[in-house]
């Protein structure tokens, strides 16, 4: 057995001998070298030693943590996901480059039909009647983890070179779908983001709302859809039902006569404030009690 494997060395026990001198005792401490020892045997006699080097070890580190998540795509911007991992790496913490491939490869594999299907959103049913109000107006921008001018500052390299964005929009038509968007410019004005379709190359205006980038949580995008349909249906009914106060008939009911008229501007005029007000108010204030 011996004679077809390699003996294993001891670093320590080939120094310490019975006979062991100073001169043999003084690289002890210095450890092993750091070149691969091999014990030449007949059948490793061709083989050579291996030298690791600190560049050979930055190499494979820089490989190891440049995943395929990580890797921008030819001709498009690579926006990278919020993540809190310092850039700087510490010991015993993910890198940050790991990190960032990890929030893409997780965000990757939802899908924002699904994510919203969970929360009942379906773009492709009957409208309900608070549909005459724009969804956009309604778009909580807490949601957002970066501003407009910040989305497009992600997407412009070092070198100022300017690449468009990959994301997905709702493309609208007789089955409103989500498909892949390459973003590009913003229009302040209208506060919508420029860009064109992947699969026409057309190009498109969409308000945030409408627009999901890579780099972006597809469920925390899906609860933001949903707080805007909520906040949509809440406005419409606080809408109507102003409305229908407001245009009540008033034919029928009965008016303040003089002494409860009288007994109401004493008690609106009971502090040296309130005693100088003008008499438009006080009108104005018996006309909606009136009405109430």
């Not at 229009?187 to 969409?206: A, C, M, Q, Y």
């Amino acid at each position: 057995m011996s004679d077809n494997y390699p003996k294993q060395r001891g670093i320590y026990s080939e120094k310490i001998s019975i006979e062991a001198s100073a001169e043999s005792m003084k690289n002890l401490h210095s450890g092993p070298s750091s070149k691969l020892i091999i014990q030449t045997s007949p059948k490793y006699e061709g083989l050579k030693a291996i030298s690791i080097t600190s560049k050979t070890t930055k190499s494979v580190k820089s490989k190891n943590q440049e995943g395929y998540y990580s890797r921008g795509k030819d001709g498009l911007a690579f926006v990278e996901p919020k993540v809190t991992e310092p850039f700087s790496p510490i010991p015993g913490r993910v890198p940050r480059k790991v990190a960032i491939d990890r929030k893409k490869k997780e965000y990757a594999s939802f899908n924002v039909e699904a994510e919203l299907a969970k929360l009942n959103i379906n773009f492709n049913q009957t409208p309900g009647p608070e549909s005459w109000l724009k969804l956009e107006l309604f778009d909580d921008k807490n949601y957002d983890d970066y501003t407009p001018k910040e989305w497009l500052d992600k997407g412009t390299s070092v070198n100022g070179e300017a690449k468009p964005m990959p994301g997905y929009g709702l493309c609208e038509g007789p089955k409103n779908e989500w498909k892949e968007v390459l973003i590009s410019g913003y229009d302040e004005k209208t506060e919508r983001f420029l860009g064109i379709w992947v699969h026409s190359n057309v190009p498109v205006s969409l308000p945030r709302i409408y627009l999901l980038f890579d780099a972006e949580d597809p469920r925390k995008f899906a609860k933001r859809v949903a707080n805007a349909f909520q906040q949509r249906i809440y406005a419409d009914s606080v809408i109507h039902y102003n409305y229908f106060i407001d245009n009540m008939p008033t034919q029928d009911l009965n008016e303040l006569d003089s002494e409860q008229q009288r007994r109401l501007e004493v008690l609106a005029t009971n502090t040296r404030k309130l005693r100088d007000l003008k008499m438009d108010s006080l009108t104005f204030l018996k006309m909606e009690v009136s009405g109430d």
